[in-house]
């Protein structure tokens, strides 16, 4: 489709491509130009943004490889030789950095070079050329701001955010999420028009649950995927571009980062962060505190053997447009040669009183010879809570206590039993899932699955040593 606009003239010569290596000596002079796949690509990719083939675009990407420049400074620049009427928001999560790049889309835009191609079309406009914004005589402005920094009234044709995140905030939840609220709640709504308009997200993945991750979860984005060291992927844009890499550990951009450099650039990150910021995994391929490799699946658990169900509990109920936490009850046995089975897993989002009914009915299906173990919030509440489930139990067997410790921690016992080989999940359909969370633990969007586990084991091992006389529920 690009191919058929240009021939009708609807894309300015050069292409942006072209047009890119053009400039390169405008704004880094005493520098080559190093080509690369990847510059190519996304080029394709933002063409078919100014002409409305793509409208959502993902791009993610790994740090030092032309984003910036490409994405936020030449691009917009480019366009105006198009269309100069375009108007254009930029954002980043450091004001500075979208000042930075404000400023050299200024100066491209004011270089003897580009007045003597496209000066006839438009001019800068001299009230309002400031550093963070400025306009032309053909209506077209650009805006710098950075996250939650946006203010009302203002829009744009093209919403574009470069880097939301800050790297060094990756483990903040708080962060994160004010990130994404700033998404849905300023940036979202943006467009001047909502059936013409564009947005365009550019990042290194931080974390599974970050803006790009947060977009592609709940929207069609076209996603543009540019991983460090190439791992073989099936992925491929409706543009129908693909990774031409074909051996697995291929570098994207071997001229400007070899392997030396890569080598050194992981071992400063360590291995999740590598995974999300050079290979756009936010999680290391063999997954975090646990590897699915750990985990062998068998058809049955021994029938003598000592079982617990242990509860984790959902702090909140579903609601629209969210991505609460679930209550997980993980069935989990140990047999005599201390092999530990987990039998069964239930995962659900629901009402406390739905949480109430899927307890008594699943300790029904369980029988009373399988303990039941729930957590015990601190404080008089959770009191109040445990002693009401002990009640509503009567006659099985209950246990409740107060955990303590991080959730890294209290994972810790029986991540190591399963990396020796003594944790094996009973196959069910619940398998896929259960493998997806904890590999991706400390680091998921979710982690029920495992403070499951990781209860059902504690108390396991408890009962185990302990062996003191059944206490029924009173």
Same mark, same amino acid.
């Given at each position: ?140 402005? $650009? ?32 962060? $994160? ?15 001047? %028009? ?93 997954? @975090? ?9 068998? @058809? ?43 039998? %069964?897993?239930?995962?659900? $989002? ?28 601190? @404080? ?95």
């Amino acid at each position: 489709m690009i191919d058929q606009l240009e021939m009708a003239g609807t894309l300015p010569k050069p292409s942006l491509r072209e047009y890119i290596e053009e400039a390169w000596p405008v704004l880094e002079p005493g520098t080559t130009f190093v080509p690369g796949f990847h510059i190519d690509a996304i080029c394709e990719h933002l063409e078919a943004v100014s002409v409305g083939q793509i409208r959502q675009l993902v791009i993610n990407m790994p740090p030092r490889h032309m984003k910036s420049l490409l994405v936020s400074v030449m691009w917009p620049t480019w366009d105006w030789t198009r269309t100069p009427s375009s108007r254009w928001i930029y954002a980043s999560y450091s004001a500075d950095l979208s000042t930075r790049d404000s400023l050299k889309c200024r100066r491209l835009i004011q270089s003897n070079w580009y007045q003597n191609n496209w000066g006839s079309m438009f001019r800068m406009t001299g009230d309002q050329n400031a550093k963070k914004r400025f306009e032309n005589t053909a209506t077209g402005h $650009r805006l710098a701001t950075s996250v939650g920094g946006i203010g009302t009234g203002e829009g744009g044709d093209r919403v574009v955010v470069d880097d939301p995140h800050n790297v060094l905030e990756t483990e903040s939840p708080v962060k $994160r999420q004010a990130v994404l609220e700033w998404w849905d709640g300023q940036m979202s709504t943006r467009l001047n %028009d909502a059936s013409t308009g564009a947005f365009v997200i550019v990042m290194q993945r931080i974390h599974e649950r970050d803006l790009a991750g947060h977009v592609l979860d709940r929207e069609e984005y076209e996603h543009l995927v540019l991983p460090a060291e190439y791992e073989p992927t099936t992925m491929v844009t409706s543009l129908g571009w693909e990774d031409p890499r074909t051996e697995s550990g291929q570098l994207l951009w071997p001229e400007k980062m070899p392997q030396e450099a890569l080598n050194a650039l992981k071992a400063k990150l360590g291995s999740h962060r590598a995974a999300g910021q050079l290979q756009q995994r936010p999680v290391p391929k063999e997954g @975090g505190d646990f590897k699915a490799e750990w985990f062998g699946i068998v @058809g049955a658990a021994p029938v003598a053997a000592s079982k617990v169900r242990h509860w984790d509990l959902a702090a909140t109920e579903q609601k629209a447009n969210e991505d609460p936490d679930w209550t997980v009850g993980c069935l989990m046995s140990r047999a005599p040669n201390g092999i530990h089975y987990i039998e %069964d897993v239930r995962r659900f $989002r629901g009402s406390p009183h739905e949480v109430e009914q899927t307890i008594k009915q699943t300790a029904e299906l369980d029988g009373k010879g399988v303990m039941i173990s729930l957590p015990q919030d601190p @404080g008089q509440a959770g009191k109040a809570q445990a002693a009401y489930y002990v009640k509503a139990l009567a006659g099985y067997t209950v246990r409740t206590a107060v955990e303590t410790g991080s959730k890294e921690v209290r994972a810790e016992p029986v991540a190591a039993q399963a990396e020796a080989g003594n944790v094996k999940l009973v196959k069910g359909h619940w398998n896929k899932d259960f493998i997806d969370e904890v590999t991706f633990f400390p680091f998921g969007a979710h982690d029920d699955l495992v403070d499951g586990m990781s209860g059902a084991f504690t108390r396991l091992l408890q009962k185990t040593k302990i062996r003191r006389p059944e206490i029924r529920g009173l």
